[in-house]
């Protein structure tokens, strides 16, 4: 669809400006023909946008088509209403500056429609405030409740638009609308009791009588029929074949609810439109004294219930006029002709206040409600187009008048500020004519000289006035104007077109005749005093709201209806000369309404009126885009290093540097005093898309700034706290280390002093000192105690500790010996008893008892199996067995034996027989040389001669055996160490001698005299 689209939108140019023959207007035309033949309706001039009616659905107005327009450059794509419309939104968002968007056009032009078109775009496309998330629908609804109180059937177009309309889109700074706006001018109110043939009045009437269901109807005491109500008849036209009333009536019952409408004020409001119908069947009679009275009695009940008034003062006030005259008031009937437009009157003004209070009521649903500043604006101005009828009254005047303020305001702000803007920026400009309308605008509004000058001032002429009186004083004012003729002053050729009751303008989009008829009156816009003071007090809120006590009570005129036009259109011009405009010109192809057909004489007459010539020319001659150097530096420097980030020298030299970085031709640019004219749009959209395609770099860069920014901002916070805190942690320490020395100064000089003061009495100068002394002295024998009984190491105490220190040292050694013992285990304990004994008995007597106590004692020595069995069940187990060598007492022979030691005897066996037994009571002693050898003698009793004598035996573990021995007999002081010799008996009474000594070889022999020689080592 969309390529379809592209490739079909290449007929013609989509441009006017694109035209070879860019000065012919049969070009022009003949471009638009062709491009509306093929369902192209919109064309750009420039940045205007003609739109030709197509009198049919297109199907370019969907979703998607608009997601196409968002956000795209205006020239990239086909022209669009979307196009202008997302053009001025972007506008509004990056210059933030308020815009317009201007629709023109002669009824039926399709003005109303683009407008909707509009709305709908920046509601669908623009985002959504979430406090505001029903206005885009409120501002939409607002459109079918205007159109059916507001628009009506005309010749021209069955939905005309009857009053002028403005309409703001308020936007935040994030581009979401969030309020609206509108302003009326102007309702055609005479339609309401008039229409011509083939028109209808406003739609609601048609709507209610169609839609409305029976309950409601009844209510209102109203038929279905439209037929029957005369203000609806006038016309003859009741039904539209175009338009569904019921259909509407439903939309417009819905829009009035979204909009914010409460039932009884929709209740209150029907009860208005309906009294307007039973307002023009109100019939009256006339008297026979020329009195008129009204024939319609249940009408005017119905009437005054709707109303919400008295019934009788409503008839009074319909049938007579309350006068003041010199402070007295006096009351007059009204005649036939006087009551009927007084009826009128009332008509007119209960519709048009009525229109009035629903604006108001609608701006308010759609006010403001988040008070935000850097809120902008785009402003909708869709307003009657030019209009030339068969016979043109006071409304016509009043509308063309209009449309002459807007060609004034387009052509100020295109073609002569165009102008004038080239001649102040010193640009050669090529004079475009044009035709300037301020003449005529002139002739309409000027003071005193002008049309409604004169209009007002005949209404409020004391004597007889008249619509003709108004003529004459016309043509005796404006006689000889350029733009000014009437019957009288008019050529005959003019003459035989016009009417005696008519004047001619010569507006700039072509002659109109204006039939004086009824200008007074309208302008006046009189209200009987006494129905205004009626309708004061109805119990209607719309009416009590519409008309007001203080209008009775001041009694002040308000003003002229004409006057009131003219004010209201100098403040819209100011509105719309505050904003950046753009222009919507809208074509009528036909009058017949029928799509497909192009009427030239028709558009040529259109394409005249609407200056799209003099535009055309404009944008030819001049350039398509301006801005001052700032604002176009600002915009595009990024797109040059030299101008990028800051350039610091002159604007212009800046501007200059940018757009020669750019590549710019001479002829696509001119630099003025202030402004850079850039001539061609492709030139500024190259830029554009440059811009473009440069932003993310832009973005990556700022963002690269603002985040070294911040995280240097953060360094440095973190720097300054971390300097801080090392300041406050080194001050300390070096307060610490200050306080430090100081006591270590103030110790050493205690010290010192106390050192020198040592040997005195404890006193304070030495106390220090002393108790240093002696707590260094207790520390260090703390650290320092001796590790074991053996270590005779022990600190050398202070001359004051000196007895304690001997107190410490034996409590310690006490402390040791118990510990120790608390950890002998009983064997050792034994073992340990053996060997204090073999101390006690061998300590520096014997030479081998430091190797014999050195060896640990056994319990035997000799292994079970050793010991033959028999001899072992005789004395039973657990006996100390050893080897020695038993020496004969006679020739010392030495003969093996084992000695096996029991608790009371010894026994000395010869392998399985015992040999001798030793009674540890019979034992007299136990010798022992004090060499290192092995010998013993075991000291028997003498007395008796059975006594064999003495045991001389010779052991390897001579200490270990004598030491149990003497334990178990209990002999240890029996034990004798001889040096030298040992003598010992021998059988009965006989004695023995060993002899021992030292010598380089162990020997056991017989020696001299029958002694035994033992030879032990060095
Ligand atoms: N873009 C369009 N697409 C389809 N139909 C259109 C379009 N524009 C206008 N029309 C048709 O033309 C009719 C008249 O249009 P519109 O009411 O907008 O005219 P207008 O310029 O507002 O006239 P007036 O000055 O009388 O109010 C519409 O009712 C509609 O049928
Ligand atoms: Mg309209």
Request: glycine letters at 6%; proline letters at 3%; a positive charge.
């Amino acid at each position: 669809m969309e390529s379809a689209l592209t490739a079909r939108d290449r007929v013609g140019v989509q441009d006017f400006v694109l035209l070879e023959k860019y000065n012919s207007e049969a070009a022009l035309i003949e471009n638009l023909r062709r491009r509306f033949g093929e369902n192209l309706i919109y064309t750009y001039i420039g940045s205007v946008l003609v739109s030709v009616n197509p009198y049919k659905e297109l199907e370019m107005y969907s979703k998607q088509q608009m997601e196409r327009y968002r956000g795209v450059s205006f020239y990239e794509i086909s022209p669009h209403i979307y196009a202008l419309s997302d053009n001025t939104y972007r506008a509004m968002r990056t210059e933030r500056k308020d815009q317009c968007i201007m629709i023109s056009g002669e009824s039926g032009a399709g003005k109303t429609e683009a407008s909707k078109k509009i709305l709908l775009y920046y509601t669908v496309t623009c985002p959504i405030n979430e406090h505001m998330a029903t206005l885009g629908d409120r501002l939409l609804q607002s459109n079918p409740v205007l159109e059916a109180f507001g628009n009506a059937k005309t010749f021209r177009n069955d939905n005309s638009s009857r009053f002028g309309k403005y309409m703001d889109v308020q936007f935040d700074f994030r581009g979401a609308p969030v309020g609206g706006h509108i302003l009326n001018y102007l309702l055609e109110k005479s339609r309401v009791v008039h229409q011509n043939h083939g028109e209808r009045n406003f739609h609601i009437f048609y709507q209610l009588l169609d839609g409305g269901d029976d309950d409601l109807l009844t209510t209102l005491a109203l038929e279905r029929n439209p037929q029957s109500y005369n203000y609806l008849v006038k016309g003859n036209c009741p039904r539209l074949s175009s338009v569904s009333d019921k259909n509407n009536w439903k939309v417009v019952m819905k829009a009035l609810s979204v909009i914010g409408f409460t039932e009884e004020e929709v209740q209150k409001l029907l009860d208005i439109i309906a009294s307007v119908l039973h307002l023009g069947n109100t019939q009256f009679g006339e008297g026979e004294e020329g009195e008129t009275y009204i024939t319609t009695e249940t009408q005017i009940t119905h009437l005054a219930k709707l109303l919400g008034v008295d019934v009788s003062a409503l008839r009074d006030a319909l049938t007579h006029k309350k006068l003041t005259a010199k402070g007295e008031e006096m009351i007059s009937p009204l005649n036939f002709e006087q009551a009927m437009s007084a009826r009128d009157a009332l008509a007119k003004a209960v519709y048009g206040r009525t229109f009035t209070w629903l604006v108001e009521k609608i701006n308010q649903s759609l006010a403001l409600k988040v008070h935000g500043k850097g809120c902008t604006v785009i402003g909708l101005l869709d307003i009657y187009g030019f209009e030339v009828l068969q016979h043109n009254s006071f409304e016509q005047f009043c509308i063309n008048y209009c449309n002459e303020k807007l060609q004034q305001l387009f052509i100020e702000l295109t073609l002569r500020s165009e102008q004038e803007e080239y001649e102040t920026e010193g640009i050669a400009w090529e004079t475009v004519q044009y035709i300037d309308n301020k003449i005529i605008c002139d002739l309409i509004e000027e003071k005193h000289k002008g049309i409604i000058s004169i209009l007002d001032e005949e209404c409020l002429r004391p004597g007889e006035t008249c619509d003709v009186s108004f003529l004459e004083k016309l043509e005796d004012t404006l006689g000889g104007h350029p733009h000014f003729v009437t019957h009288k002053l008019a050529n005959g050729k003019t003459r035989r077109v016009m009417s005696r009751e008519e004047f001619r303008l010569l507006h700039y989009a072509g002659e109109v005749n204006y039939n004086v008829n009824g200008f007074l009156d309208k302008n006046n816009d009189l209200l009987n005093r006494n129905l205004k003071e009626v309708m004061c007090q109805s119990d209607n809120q719309i009416l009590c709201h519409c008309f007001r006590r203080e209008e009775v009570i001041h009694q002040k005129r308000p003003e002229m209806a004409a006057t009131q036009f003219k004010n209201s259109l100098m403040k819209l011009m100011e509105i719309l000369m505050s904003k950046e405009p753009s222009y919507v010109r809208c074509i009528k192809p036909n009058d017949a309404k029928q799509p497909g057909r192009f009427d030239e004489v028709l558009v040529r007459h259109q394409v005249k009126y609407l200056g799209l010539m003099e535009n055309l020319r404009v944008r030819r001659a001049g350039f398509a885009y301006r801005r001052c150097f700032e604002a176009f530096l600002q915009r595009y420097k990024p797109l040059c290093p030299e101008t990028w980030p800051n350039w610091h020298g002159r604007l212009a030299d800046g501007v200059s540097t940018l757009v020669n970085h750019l590549g710019y031709k001479a002829e696509e640019y001119k630099l003025g005093r202030s402004k850079i004219f850039i001539r061609f749009p492709k030139t500024l959209f190259s830029t554009e898309d440059a811009l473009q395609a440069k932003k993310p770099e832009i973005a990556l860069t700022l963002q690269t700034s603002w985040r070294g920014y911040r995280e240097r901002a953060k360094y440095q916070r973190i720097r300054r706290a971390v300097i801080t805190i090392q300041s406050a942690w080194r001050g300390m320490k070096a307060r610490r280390r200050a306080k430090r020395r100081r006591q270590a100064a103030e110790l050493i000089r205690k010290l010192i002093k106390g050192f020198i003061y040592r040997h005195e009495e404890y006193c304070p100068e030495n106390e220090y000192f002393l108790d240093h002394v002696r707590c260094s002295f207790l520390k260090n024998l703390r650290k320092n105690l001796p590790k074991s009984v053996l270590d005779q190491n022990w600190p050398t105490p202070p001359p004051s500790l000196v007895e304690t220190s001997d107190h410490l040292r034996r409590l310690h050694m006490r402390n040791m010996v118990m510990k120790y013992c608390r950890r002998v285990q009983p064997e050792w304990k034994k073992q340990m008893m053996q060997k204090v004994i073999a101390s006690e008995i061998f300590k520096d007597q014997k030479d081998s008892y430091p190797q014999g106590v050195g060896r640990l004692f056994l319990d035997s020595r000799l292994e079970r199996e050793q010991i033959n069995l028999k001899v072992v069940q005789t004395l039973g187990n657990d006996k100390y067995g050893v080897s020695v060598v038993k020496y004969d007492r006679r020739g010392f022979k030495p003969r093996p034996r084992q000695l096996l030691l029991t608790n009371t005897f010894a026994v000395l066996v010869e392998r399985t027989k015992i040999k001798q037994r030793v009674d540890y009571t019979a034992l007299r002693g136990i010798s022992v040389s004090s060499l290192s050898d092995g010998m013993f003698v075991l000291h028997m009793p003498n007395e008796d001669n059975k006594q064999k004598g003495d045991v001389v035996l010779h052991c390897d573990h001579v200490i270990e055996l004598v030491t149990k021995l003497a334990m178990m007999a209990g002999k240890v002081n029996y034990v004798n160490v001889s040096p030298g010799s040992i003598r010992f008996v021998l059988a009965r009474g006989k004695e023995g001698i060993i002899d021992f000594v030292r010598g380089s070889e162990l020997k056991v022999a017989k020696g001299k005299r029958g002694h035994l020689l033992v030879v032990s080592l060095f």
